[in-house]
């Protein structure tokens, strides 16, 4: 029982080394790709998007992957840990606080992207109101005040905010692509390993240790867990790319 216990915990444990890199790769993209995002933003409209919203995404990204490779991965590991443990011993079970803990990291992250999101969606949508009215305002200004070339310069800001907002868009999709590419393989190898433990386990009950088929599926629900962490890590990412473009969309349409 040890050894085959000990074979699978090696493997559980290069299958979430394998998570902490993704994550440590998204923060890394993230940290590159969103001060471009943000300065064309300036392009469509939002002077002052640099400003606030730069420190604050990349403080935010930064966050999030410090506390899902610090915090959230290492708790869930522990927790499966705490599964292996309970069953060297029936005087001694600590299965439940495994399973607190799981839904605790959970937990953590589901308030984290929900409090984040929340935030970006309305400054997002308030800034681009307020700097879309204030460019509208100032065009049409220039385009009555100043005689002659008024009409020529507010024709050819115009056109520059059209292609900025195309060229962002573009540089936001390109986001998404990446992303996508760079979770698509990690996670479903995650997700199947999680579902060959579950399987392992249900093959080895009948005909084998109970021990053995407890730890194995006890793995195959860390691994399962540690796929939902990545996961909703890298859907924090995806909309935060979406809803920087959103915004620029919005504040580009007020004009």
């Known amino acids: 029982y040890l050894v085959l216990a000990g074979l699978a915990a090696g493997s559980f444990t290069l299958a979430t080394a394998a998570g902490r890199t993704l994550v440590g790769d998204m923060v890394s993209f ?16 939002q002077v002052g998007a640099p400003a606030v919203m730069s420190p604050v ?21 522990m927790a499966a840990v705490l599964r292996l443990v309970s069953n060297f011993s029936e005087r001694f079970s600590v299965s439940r606080l495994a399973g607190l803990i799981q ?22 949508v ?18 009555a005040l100043v005689p002659v070339v008024g009409g020529m310069f507010s024709d050819a800001l115009g056109a520059v905010v059209g292609t900025s907002l195309l060229l962002k868009n573009a540089v936001g999709l390109a986001g998404i692509v990446v992303i996508a590419l760079m979770i698509t ?17 249900a093959v080895v009950q009948p005909v084998g240790d109970s021990r053995l088929a407890e730890s194995l599926t006890g793995l195959g629900q860390g691994l399962v867990f540690i796929f ?16 920087v473009v959103g915004v620029g969309n919005l504040s580009a349409v007020l004009h």
Do not use: E
Request: glycine share 10%; charged share 5%.
């Open 185 to 201: 393989v990690p996670l479903l190898k995650l997700l199947a390993l999680g579902f060959t433990y579950h399987l392992a386990g």
């Open 57 to 77: 995404l990349l403080s935010f990204i930064t966050v999030v992957g410090t506390v899902v490779q610090d915090l959230i991965l290492p708790l869930l590991i």
């Open 228 to 243: 939902a962490a990545v996961a909703m890590a890298a859907l924090m990412f995806f909309f935060t790319i979406a809803i």
């Open 103 to 124: 839904w605790f990291s959970l937990g953590v992250m589901g308030l984290m992207s929900t409090v984040f999101l929340g935030f970006l969606a309305v400054y997002g």
């Open 30 to 45: 993230m940290q590159a790709i969103l001060p471009v995002l943000v300065t064309l933003l300036v392009a469509v409209g």
């Open 126 to 143: 308030a800034g681009a109101v307020t700097n879309g009215i204030a460019f509208r305002t100032a065009r049409y200004a220039t385009d």
